[in-house]
């Protein structure tokens, strides 16, 4: 059994039926979760039996291939997978909070155009354990304090339902990971089923929709899932999640001048958002050297969508290392 995918339930029962005490497993989680120590021989307070060999249960951290650092201080990681596959992490160090960024799929098969790693198609599910490996990397690997995740990484999550909720439970009990689900965000590009299913999750935590576009015209363009579940569709699911949660959505909107900039897109916008309970951030694309307008477009269309929403400017972090989901993936391939 893999320690990481294993909720802490999981890992009773199976000490359990090692006819060893159900307290054993809340040792090996402390040590592994707490103390950082993966080397069961060093897990001193635990039994010959479980310190020499597992008993079945493996511990094994992903295998970081490539990093990089930028400027800002964001960090961006290559991680290998036990059948060689990688994936990218993020880490996002801010004032006062520190960001994970995680993957849920080995590539993705969404296909959104703006996306190196929706152009590269989609090869398999991580499992629990290796999305939860991701958070664990950065905090016992790399030694780095994290108050905060986001599935955003290379993937879509909610088209890894099953092993998605299962690691936000490992992540959310304070037993294992120990992050509170205020802290946890999911961003989808609008999987309208599995945002329904969401909701009858036993924790809340935050839903962020990668919308892009304020009309079916536009956003289908660049964003195939559009075609299958228009803009009608994504709305009427978020309001009964945000019925039943109480909790505020967020939409990303990444301002691409000529596309889905101007006065009528923040009109059309403002009509597809008004009354709720939502923030909309506006996002500023990288400004390719010597073409500054791009992010003076994202500050005059927040602007002109702030007096009817709440809304925030954001620039995308480390600009200078390959900061785009999926080029340092690339970069490790070649
Ligand atoms: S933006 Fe997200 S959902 Fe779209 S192709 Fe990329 S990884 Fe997949």
């Not at 964001?74 to 991680?79: C, E, I, R, W």
């Not at 099953?162 to 294992?176: G, Q």
């Not at 009528?264 to 500054?292: D, M, Q, S, W, Y």
Request: aromatic share 6%; proline share 4%.
């Amino acid at each position: 059994m893999d320690l990481f995918s294993s909720t802490k339930l999981d890992l009773e029962e199976h000490i359990t039926d090692l006819n060893l005490p159900k307290f054993r497993a809340k040792q090996l989680l402390d040590w592994v979760y707490k103390k950082g120590i993966t080397d069961t021989k060093k897990m001193t307070n635990l039994p010959h039996s479980l310190q020499e060999s597992t008993l079945g249960i493996v511990i094994l951290p992903l295998k970081e291939k490539l990093i990089q650092r930028s400027k800002d201080l964001t960090q961006k990681a290559v991680l290998e997978l036990s059948d060689g596959e990688l994936i990218e992490t993020v880490y996002i160090p801010e004032q006062n909070r520190a960001t994970v960024c995680f993957s849920t799929q080995v590539g993705c098969a969404m296909g959104c155009e703006f996306c190196a790693t929706g152009k590269s198609g989609f090869s398999r599910n991580l499992s629990a354990g290796e999305i939860v490996g991701q958070l664990y990397y950065w905090k016992h690997t790399k030694k780095l304090s994290v108050t905060n995740a986001v599935a955003m990484g290379q993937g879509e999550p909610l088209a890894n339902f099953e092993n998605f909720k299962k690691a936000i439970d490992i992540i959310n009990d304070p037993d294992c990971f120990g992050l509170g689900a205020r802290h946890l965000t999911v961003s989808t590009c609008g999987i309208v089923p599995k945002i329904r299913a969401l909701k009858e999750a036993p924790w809340q935590i935050n839903l962020s929709v990668s919308l892009h576009a304020p009309t079916d015209e536009l956003r289908s363009q660049i964003m195939p899932i559009n075609n299958k579940f228009p803009l009608k569709e994504l709305i009427e699911v978020i309001e009964e999640y945000i019925e039943a949660t109480n909790r505020r959505v967020t939409f990303e909107y990444t301002v691409v001048p000529g596309f889905n900039d101007g006065k009528e897109n923040a009109k059309f916008l403002i009509e597809l958002l008004r009354g709720l309970l939502c923030h909309v951030n506006v996002i500023a694309v990288n400004p390719i050297e010597g073409k500054g307008e791009n992010a003076f477009s994202a500050e005059q269309f927040a602007k002109l969508i702030s007096r009817d929403l709440n809304v925030t400017l954001r620039r995308s972090r480390g600009s200078d290392i390959d900061a785009a989901c999926g080029q340092l993936k690339r970069k490790v391939i070649e």
